[in-house]
């Protein structure tokens, strides 16, 4: 399994990104793909995530991010809106077969991370 995530930036407060993550080796129809971030200093956390059962966020972007996939093309979309300077942190695509890490706070155990992408927020 590989996921690869692109399309950071810096962009200034209440601005936009649209972040990619390409996956191969599970088919997005029946897995879902979840979206996580770390900033300097702290812990990974989980942001949004996707599977069968529908989006999910963490109240920190409900309302601001929205999450989607191309299964055609087993890519996932994470558009964030309304950016702020604390959304800052290098974003990663992990694999999380039914959200249950943002759900019900399961362990992190994607099957690979890739090298992520930085998204930064200027005040």
């Known amino acids: 399994v590989q996921l690869q995530a692109s399309g950071g930036g810096l962009v200034p407060a209440g601005g936009s990104l649209r972040l990619s993550c390409v996956v191969s080796?599970?088919?997005?129809?029946?897995?879902?793909v979840g979206w996580f971030r770390q900033a300097p200093g702290k812990e990974r956390e989980p942001v949004s995530c996707?599977?069968?059962?529908?989006?999910f966020y963490s109240d920190s972007v409900k309302g601001r991010f929205t999450v989607s996939k191309d299964n055609a093309q087993n890519t996932v979309y994470l558009q964030m809106d309304s950016l702020k300077p604390e959304d800052t942190a290098v974003y990663y695509c992990?694999?999380?077969?039914?959200?249950?890490?943002?759900?019900?706070?399961?362990?992190?155990?994607?099957?690979?991370w890739g090298q992520g992408t930085q998204v930064t927020v200027s005040s």
């Open positions: 080796g599970v088919a997005l129809d029946y897995y879902g």
């Open positions: 992990g694999t999380d077969l039914d959200c249950l890490v943002i759900r019900v706070g399961a362990p992190m155990n994607s099957d690979s």
């Open positions: 996707i599977s069968i059962d529908g989006p």
